[in-house]
DNA sequence: TATAAGACCTCACGTAACTGGAGGTTCAAG
DNA sequence: CTTGAACCTCCAGTTACGTGAGGTCTTATA
């Protein structure tokens, strides 16, 4: 093409960065419609539409779908409905990142604990993984249960002492797994319990759990709640655990 | 369907909150694929399909494609791999979210512009939020020139700084398009020239003013600092602001 | 037991923002 | 005048579903 002021579309492509194909497309759905040649039907983009392109990226890296930028465009006082989607846009932006975020802390505590103890269970690590994504309706599910107090201690807890939970819970689960089948009085099993029942009070403190227990739950609820943590273990390993449960609070002479 | 460990597709919706189209989807791609009643072709989730439905949403929310998660689970031993893509996938969500940050503060610069400048000629907007945007593209274009103490001065500024040299910026910009047309030699003109010139020193410091006029910069390389960072001016202003600025440049004595 | 409502089935098109390819036309240089 | 690059249009595919049509199956009630 040559001339200045007027460019091939293989120009213009170059100048600005944007693939030839993306041009085509912003041509077709009307955003940017350069001359065209009237017999060869070639394209002919000018000095304004480096402009005109120039918003658009703008626009688009603002996180604007290329619909509204074609009717943002497409008004010439930008400047008054821009400025009151700004907000809007920075809203969306703002849920985004709060999103990635969330993933990105859970990713970190799934590696931290693969790192510290190796081979785990799928079971387990999707348990793991899926209650840590569900941590904020979890404690929606615990205020609505006028349990407030448990979701102000717990997001007291440094990101420390929940990966040392996260790890707690794991080996927890993976002796569940390896001792099931045993009988429930073993000593070995109840030993875990024990164990296990221990780490819960060191963790949430005496009053919390006795708060948690005492705490009037229906069982519709319950069925709510075990859908938002599953349990990363078979409905047999479920039943056992519960059995040796059972065992060890008459043993040590809980209701 | 009632039986317990037995669930319709509207069921087992309703208990996971997953879609029935999307179940569907699941189905047809391979990922989640239930048993099916021989005669009718009802869909039977059982227990089992909660849980590969748990994986599959987890992995989707730690920001995997639906084929990687089919991958995964076809795979029986999950955590080796998955530590791996973990890190992966890490980094991706680190790029998003530096982005969207961009984006962000990008967009809180232009509000607090528009507050306080009320209506903004959108040529003059644009070219600030293009500029805003490249501004890593325009530090490493002054980089190759050897020109890395400017970048180092820049990075210093406070994000209130940064807001007071837009400011500046459009209200120059508003200027010149008023003022377009006026003899360069016009009082009122060569006083903007030179409230811009004293501006973009104060900001810089006389040492990287004189660096800026210094250095050796080819032509090609202009033309390319130009694409990234588009003037807010048509072609005519631009002559003209630079027809009065060598005009001003003559008078004051400089070179 | 007949019937009607509601749940389920498959098929197929639509979405956003492009990318890629096929097959044909035009331009620029030699 | 030829040839190869650049350009054209049209069609298909991508992701993760949403939506709707039109037909079948189950379940509750009369």
Same sequence: chains 1, 2.
Avoid at 27 to 56: A, C, F, N, V, W
Avoid at 213 to 241: C, G, M, R, Y
């Amino acid at each position: 093409m040559g001339e200045i002021n007027r460019y091939s579309i293989g120009e213009f492509s170059e100048k600005t960065g944007v693939s030839i194909r993306t041009l085509h497309y912003y041509d077709e759905i009307g955003l940017l419609q350069p001359e065209k040649h009237p017999s060869s039907g070639h394209r002919i983009y000018k000095h304004q539409d480096i402009l005109t392109l120039q918003k658009i990226v703008s626009l688009k890296f603002l996180g604007y779908s290329l619909e509204k930028i074609t009717n943002l465009l497409h008004q010439s006082i930008i400047t008054v409905d821009l400025n009151e989607t700004l907000a809007l846009q920075l809203e969306v932006l703002k849920k985004d990142k709060e999103r990635i975020e969330q993933s990105m802390t859970t990713i970190q505590r799934v590696i931290k604990v693969l790192e510290e103890e190796g081979g785990v269970d799928s079971a387990i690590l999707f348990s793991l993984i899926h209650s840590m994504q569900t941590e904020s309706i979890q404690n929606e599910w615990l205020e609505r249960h006028n349990l407030t107090v448990v979701v102000e201690k717990l997001s007291k807890k440094t990101e420390k002492e929940k990966i040392t939970l996260d790890k707690t819970f794991i080996q927890m689960a993976k002796e569940v797994k390896k001792l099931y089948g045993k009988p429930i009085q073993d000593q070995e099993v109840q030993k875990m319990i024990k164990a296990f029942i221990e780490a819960s009070f060191e963790f949430l403190g005496d009053d919390l759990v006795q708060q948690l227990a005492d705490a009037e739950v229906e069982e519709l609820d319950i069925q709510e709640l075990e859908n938002l943590a599953p349990s990363p273990f078979t409905e047999d390993e479920q039943k056992w655990l519960n059995q040796a449960m059972e065992y060890y609070m008459k043993e040590a002479g809980m209701e």
